[in-house]
C-alpha cells in the first residue's frame, strides 16, 4: 500500500490555478523528488497533504485516510521556511515539538537526544536556539521533524543554507529514513541531490505534471545524443534524427554529431550498425543529465546544478 | 484537540514567565502599593507650619489668635477620636469625655472639658487601657500650626526694616525660623492693619482663622466704646449657635459606603484590564515571534490552527490568574502582617464579593473577559510581521478598550449610574469591566445573567471570526492587512 496517494489534485486561489490535476503515490520507503521551478507548486501540494490548506478538488490518501492532524504522529515534515523559538532550549524544543505529534515526553527526550549525538549536537542540547548558529538550529529543526520516526517524511528544499557537511548529513538521514521503511518526499532547487538519491521523481510545470517515474525514464524523454565516426553516411540509419558532420573527414573517416528520435535506444542503432557491417571507430553517447531533462521539461528558471 | 491546546498553552505560559519584563511588572504593583503610603508619609507635609506673632500694641490679640488655633487643632483631635471611638464601639471606655458623644459640634467647654482630663494623650491612655485585642492603636495627629515666640529683635524694628528681616529668617530656610509672621502695630486697635508675612502662600483657613480672631476683637472693642461693658461685649460675641451634627457612622454613610463596598470591584476590574493588557501584549510578541521566526508552518504540520489560537487564549489566562493570584497573595499577606488594620478596612470591602453566587459571576466575566480581549490581541498577532507593524494596531484598539473603562471607572468612584454605565454593561467589549465594577453598587440580578449570556454569544462569534481571521492570515506572511483583506479573512472558510 502507498503510503501517500494523490488523485487529480486541484488547487486554485482566486483565479491562480496553483496546482492542477496533479496524481502521484509515493511507496513505503521510496525517495521521491518532487521538482519543480518557483511557484510550480510544490509547496502548495505538501501542505494540502498536511492538511494546512484544501485541495479546490481531487482527493489525498496518507496512510490510507484523508490528511489529519491526527496522522501528525505519522508524518515528518521540514518547511522551506524554517525558524524555532529562540528562547527555547535545543531538546525542549524537541521534545515540544514530539509532544505535539502525540509523543509522551520521555521517549521524545531520548529520541531527541540520540539525534542531537547523531548530529553532534548533543552538547548544546540545553543551549538555547537563539544563541546556536543558523546551520546548528536548521539541524536541530531537522531533528524535530525526525524525533517521532516518521512513516511519511515531506522536506519543503531541505537543502537550502546548508554547508557541504550538512548537506551530507541531511543526505545520509534521507537514506536512513527510507531504509527504515519510511516514504521520503523531498522538494529541490538542487539536481545533485535528486540524482544521487532519487528513487523516482516528479516534476513540475505550473501545477502540472510534466514528467513522473525513474532518473532512466526520465532520460528516455530526451534525445540521445552520440558522438560518431565512421567511414559510413550514417545519416540513413534507422531511428537516427539528425546527423551533422563535425569538421572535414579525415582519411574517409567522418565525425558526426547524432540525435536520436525520442525514445530510440542508443543500443538499438549500434546493433544496427554491427549487424549491417557498418565500420566505426568512435561510439560515445552522451546521456542527459537531470538538470538538462529539468531544463527541457520544465525551464531553466530557478534550477542548479 | 484538548491535548495539544494545552501543550501550546503550557509552552506560552513558560515563555511568558521566562521573560523578565513579567516578573518587573509582576512585583512593580505590590511594591508600588506598599512603597505609596511611605512616599505620601514622607512627601506629605507632616509638620505643623511654624508662626510667630510679633504684638506691638499691648493687648491680647497674639494671645488669643495662638488660643484659637490651639482650640480648632483639639477640636479635630476630638472629631478623630469620635470616629474611632465610634469605629471601633469604644464609647464604654470615657463614657463622659466629649470624644465618646458624637452627635454635635464640639464646642469651648468640650474642648476645656478635653483638656482637663488630660488632652490627646489622656485619651490615648485610657483607649490603649481599654481597647480589645486587635483595635489599632489611635495615631494622633500633630497640629497644622506650631507658634514660636517672637525674638525681642524683631518687636525692635520699624515696619520697614521688619518686612526686610523677615523676608531674610524666611531665605535662611532654619529649621527653627517661622514659615509665617504676623505682626500687629503699635496702633491697633486704632489702626487695624495687620501685616502677615509668609514664606509660602498662606493656607486660606488660616488667613480666614486670623481674620475671624481679630475682628471679634475689633468689634467687642467697638461695642465697648459704644457703652457696652465688656461681659457683654464678650457675651454678644461668644453668642453661638449649639450646632447638632448627624453623621453616619464610620464606613455607614451612604456615599462612604459606596466607595467601600467598591473597592474590591472597582479593584478587579482595574485588575482585568491592567493583566489584560500585559499578557495581550507579552502573548503578542510570542505570535510576532512564531510568525517573523517563521515556524508556524512547522506547527501547523502538527496541530490545527484553532488549536494553536485556543492554546494561546488559555496561556494567557493562565498568565493573568496567576499575576491576580500573585496580588491577592500579597494582599494577604499585607493584611495579615498589618495584623487587622487593612483586613479591618478590606472586611467591609469584602462584603459584596463574597457570596459564592458573585465569586461564580467574577469568575466567569474575569474569565469570560479575559477570553474575549485576548482573541483581539491573538488576531492581531496572527495578521502582523514585526512588532512596529503590532504597535499601529494595538493602540486604537487598546484607546478604544481603555477609555470609555476610565470614564467608568471614574464614574462608579464618583457614585454615578446612569445612561453610560448601563450602555457599557451590554456592550460584550466592555461588559466584563462594567459588570465587575459595578458589583459595589449592586447590580440586578437579571442585568447580571442578561449581560452574562450576551456576553458568552458575543465570545461564540468573535471566537468564529477571529478563528477564520486567524487561520487565514497564518501563512500569508508579508501581506499588509488591510481592512478589505481582514473582512475578506473573516469571510473565509477553512480551504
Not at chain 1, 535506444?265 to 566505426?280: D, K, N, R, Y
Not at chain 2, 484659637?68 to 472629631?79: C, P, S, V, W
Not at chain 2, 471606655?93 to 474642648?111: F, K, L, M, N, S
Not at chain 2, 472586611?347 to 459571576?361: K, M, N, Q, T
Request: hydrophobic fraction near 45%.
Amino acid at each position: 500500500m502507498s503510503v501517500l496517494e494523490v488523485s487529480n489534485l486541484v488547487k486554485r486561489f482566486g483565479d491562480v490555478l496553483a496546482v492542477n490535476d496533479l496524481s502521484f503515490e509515493v511507496a513505503p520507503g521510496e525517495i521521491f523528488g518532487f521538482l519543480g521551478g518557483n511557484g510550480a507548486g510544490k509547496t502548495t501540494t505538501l501542505r494540502m497533504v498536511l492538511d494546512i490548506i484544501r485541495p479546490t478538488s481531487g482527493s489525498i490518501s496518507v496512510l490510507g485516510a484523508a490528511p489529519d492532524r491526527r496522522q501528525s504522529s505519522a508524518i515528518g515534515f521540514l518547511p522551506e521556511e524554517r525558524g524555532l523559538y529562540a528562547a527555547m532550549s535545543a531538546i525542549d524544543t524537541i521534545i515540544y515539538f514530539g509532544r505535539l505529534k502525540g509523543m509522551d515526553t520521555a521517549t521524545a527526550r531520548a529520541r531527541g537526544m540520540q539525534l542531537l549525538e547523531r548530529f553532534d549536537l548533543a552538547d548544546r542540547a540545553k543551549s538555547e536556539i537563539g544563541d546556536m548558529s543558523k546551520g546548528m538550529a536548521q539541524k536541530v529543526q531537522l531533528a524535530t521533524s525526525l524525533v517521532n520516526q516518521p512513516e511519511l517524511l515531506m522536506l519543503d528544499e531541505p537543502f537550502s543554507g546548508l554547508d557541504p557537511v550538512n548537506q551530507g548529513l541531511l543526505e545520509n538521514e534521507i537514506l536512513r529514513a527510507s531504509q527504515r521503511g519510511a516514504a521520503v518526499i523531498f522538494s529541490t532547487h538542487v539536481m545533485q541531490h535528486a540524482e544521487r538519491l532519487c528513487d523516482r521523481l516528479l516534476l513540475l510545470r505550473k501545477g502540472r505534471k510534466r514528467f513522473e517515474g525513474t532518473l532512466e525514464e526520465a532520460r528516455a524523454q530526451l534525445p540521445a545524443h552520440i558522438a560518431v565516426v565512421s567511414n559510413h553516411k550514417v545519416t540513413a540509419l534507422p531511428g537516427v534524427h539528425s546527423a551533422d558532420p563535425v569538421g572535414a573527414p579525415v582519411d574517409g573517416w567522418q565525425e558526426w554529431q547524432v540525435e536520436l528520435d525520442p525514445g530510440v535506444q542508443p543500443e538499438s542503432v549500434l546493433e544496427h550498425c554491427s549487424t549491417s557491417g557498418i565500420a566505426l571507430r568512435r561510439w560515445n553517447e552522451h546521456r542527459a543529465s537531470l538538470h538538462d531533462i529539468f531544463v527541457e521539461l520544465v525551464g531553466g528558471e530557478g534550477v542548479e546544478e | 484537540m484538548m491535548g495539544n491546546v494545552l501543550l501550546v498553552a503550557k509552552r506560552e505560559f513558560r515563555q511568558i514567565l521566562a521573560l523578565k519584563s513579567f516578573w518587573l511588572t509582576l512585583l512593580i504593583l505590590p511594591a508600588a502599593l506598599a512603597l505609596g503610603p511611605i512616599f505620601t508619609r514622607t512627601l506629605g507635609s507632616a509638620e505643623a507650619t511654624r508662626v510667630a506673632l510679633v504684638d506691638l500694641s499691648g493687648t491680647d490679640a497674639a494671645a488669643e489668635i495662638e488660643a484659637r488655633f490651639n482650640e480648632d487643632a483639639d477640636r479635630e483631635t476630638l472629631r478623630r477620636l469620635s470616629r474611632h471611638s465610634q469605629r471601633y464601639d469604644l464609647d464604654g471606655v470615657a463614657p463622659g469625655a466629649p470624644w465618646t458623644q458624637h452627635d454635635r459640634w464640639y464646642t469651648a467647654e468640650d474642648i476645656d472639658a478635653f483638656r482637663r482630663a488630660g488632652g490627646v494623650e489622656g485619651a490615648v491612655e485610657k483607649l490603649q487601657s481599654a481597647s480589645p485585642e486587635g483595635v489599632p492603636e489611635f495615631e494622633p495627629e500633630s497640629p497644622d500650626y506650631t507658634f514660636l515666640a517672637a525674638g525681642d529683635e524683631l518687636a525692635a524694628l520699624d515696619r520697614e526694616e521688619f518686612s526686610n528681616a523677615a523676608q531674610a529668617l524666611f531665605e535662611a530656610d532654619s529649621a527653627d525660623a517661622p514659615e509665617i509672621i504676623v505682626r500687629i502695630g503699635e496702633n491697633y486697635p486704632a489702626d487695624p492693619r495687620i501685616d502677615l508675612y509668609s514664606a509660602n502662600q498662606p493656607r486660606p483657613s488660616f488667613v480666614a482663622t486670623l481674620q475671624e480672631v481679630l475682628t471679634g476683637d475689633l468689634r467687642t472693642r467697638l461695642l465697648a466704646q459704644r457703652g457696652v461693658s465688656g461681659a457683654d461685649a464678650a457675651a454678644i460675641q461668644g453668642a453661638v449657635p449649639a450646632i447638632s451634627v448627624t453623621t453616619p457612622p464610620p464606613g455607614g454613610g451612604a456615599r462612604e459606603a459606596l466607595l467601600v463596598r467598591s473597592i474590591v470591584p472597582l479593584a478587579l476590574s482595574y485588575i482585568l484590564m491592567m493583566s489584560l493588557m500585559l499578557s495581550g501584549s507579552w502573548m503578542l510578541q510570542g505570535s510576532v515571534e512564531e510568525r517573523s521566526n517563521k515556524l508556524l508552518e512547522s506547527l501547523l504540520a502538527c496541530i490545527r490552527p484553532e488549536e494553536l489560537m485556543y492554546g494561546k487564549l488559555l496561556g494567557s489566562l493562565a498568565v493573568g490568574l496567576l499575576m491576580i493570584a500573585v496580588w491577592a497573595a500579597c494582599a494577604a499577606a499585607a493584611a495579615f502582617a498589618t495584623q487587622g488594620t487593612i483586613s479591618d478596612m478590606i472586611r467591609p470591602a469584602l462584603e459584596p464579593v463574597s457570596s459564592p453566587g458573585i465569586i461564580i459571576a467574577i469568575l466567569y466575566f474575569f474569565i469570560a473577559g479575559y477570553i474575549g480581549i485576548s482573541a483581539i490581541f491573538v488576531a492581531i498577532g496572527a495578521m502582523v510581521d514585526s512588532m512596529s507593524e503590532a504597535q499601529g494596531y494595538l493602540m486604537p484598539v487598546l484607546l478604544a478598550i481603555l477609555l470609555p473603562i476610565t470614564f467608568l471607572l471614574q464614574a462608579i468612584l464618583a457614585g454615578k449610574g446612569g445612561v453610560m454605565v448601563d450602555l457599557l454593561t451590554w456592550i460584550p467589549l466592555w461588559t466584563p469591566f462594567a459588570v465587575l465594577a459595578r458589583l459595589g453598587m449592586g447590580i440586578e440580578t437579571w442585568v447580571l445573567i442578561g449581560s452574562g449570556i450576551l456576553l458568552a454569544i458575543a465570545i461564540a462569534v468573535e471566537m468564529v471570526f477571529i478563528g477564520r481571521l486567524f487561520r487565514a492570515s497564518l501563512l500569508s506572511t508579508g501581506q499588509k492587512p488591510t481592512f478589505r483583506r481582514v473582512l475578506e479573512r473573516f469571510r473565509a472558510r477553512p480551504r
